[in-house]
């Protein structure tokens, strides 16, 4: 059974920054493309930003340069540190497996709440 834990959200005021954390169970982290993902009220979910297995990383524009995705293959976790962040990015963050082992797959978190305070 997969698992994916997100944590680390919380308020912060604008300019702050927050490292989300995503604790893998019933996956491995190293083998598979893992992103984090945010929906804000009234507004379609979004990828923030994503990591493949070989570890290639790609990022929204509106988050390059101030976010970061990260694993540690040891822990089974993935990371997002977010700095300088903005009160647009205010939004519950997702964690999402979207292949393991060359298998297409589609599991989420349980979500973590970011509020960003102006």
């Known amino acids: 059974q997969v698992q994916l834990v997100e944590s680390g959200g919380g308020l912060v005021q604008a300019g702050g920054s927050l490292r989300l954390s995503c604790a893998a169970s019933?996956?491995?982290?190293?083998?598979?493309?893992m992103g984090w993902y945010r929906q804000a009220p009234g507004k379609q979910r979004e990828s923030v930003a994503v990591i493949s297995s070989g570890g290639g990383r790609n990022y929204a524009g509106s988050v390059k340069g101030r976010f970061t995705i990260s694993r540690d293959n040891a822990k089974n976790t993935v990371y997002l540190q977010m700095n300088s962040l903005k009160p647009e990015d205010t939004a519950v963050y997702y964690c999402n497996v979207g292949w393991t082992g060359g298998r297409r797959r589609d599991y989420w978190g349980q979500g973590t709440q970011v509020t960003v305070s102006s």
């Open positions: 019933g996956v491995t982290v190293s083998i598979s493309a």
